[in-house]
């Protein structure tokens, strides 16, 4: 058993730079109190295959188009007749364009894929909560961003940055579930059918003041932390990004967020 335990963490190291690997390094973080053999024998599979595939992080030069793309998904699955399991996954671009203005291209900031914290008992649920912590996870970099252009925020400051939306870069959260899309864009105040999601969801629309700016449903095809929460998927669009290229290749829908000046 401890032989299994520093190998899962030497391999989970290996995040820093490996982010396509995330999901199933969590799934087997999950046994670690009681491994199985089966889980030795994936464990290892892992191995041989991040030794074969020697990937890694390209940040191309490209001008910056001072917009940051934030993309959230989740999965969920019913484990039990009473607890479901959810995970939440997010990646974080820079986006811009190669030095001839014409492809465009991206730099990977962040991704992460986590196991939810709170009870889910449906893929809405999710959904919710898994769009929460990208936003929570997004603010901290906008303001890093800013601060690097600007110099150090003050609190004073940084609390009217926040309330009046004065950021340098523009930020969009892209999901693929379209009933929180419609959900998010609707102006009035109906009770979803779980109504602990009230405030995660207000929450959303509150924090849309600071960022995102914009919200986008995207295909589930084009979701890059589709990745990040499931294993059976194959890993391209990660891997495209991992490498500085962005594409959308289907439909998108867009909503933009506007608020009265503070």
Known sequence: MRLYWSLLGAVA?????????????IALQRVTHKPQNQHVRKLNSLLKVLQKQKLKIVYPNMSCS???MTFSDASFCKETESK????????ILRLGCNT?????????????????KLVTRSTFSSETLAAVGSVDQLIPIMIA????QKGPYSPDLLRQARECSDFLFDST???DAMNLFHHMIDTSRKLPSEKSLFPHLWWLRDATR??????RWCD????????????????NAILDVMRGFYRIHHETKEHSFTHPAA
Request: net charge negative; aromatic share 6%.
């Open 66 to 68: 001072r917009h940051i």
């Open 210 to 215: 600071c960022a995102p700016k914009h919200l």
């Open 220 to 235: 589930t095809r084009d979701m890059i932390a589709d990745a990040m929460t499931k294993g059976s998927i194959l890993r």
């Open 13 to 25: 190291y290996t995040l820093l730079t490996q982010h396509w690997i995330a999901v199933y390094v």
């Open 84 to 91: 479901g399991y959810g995970m939440r996954g997010t990646v």
């Open 173 to 175: 959260l892209s999901i």
């Open 145 to 148: 961003l800013d601060e690097i």
């Open 100 to 116: 001839n203005g014409v492809e465009e291209c991206c730099h990977l900031l962040d991704a992460t894929s986590q196991s939810l």
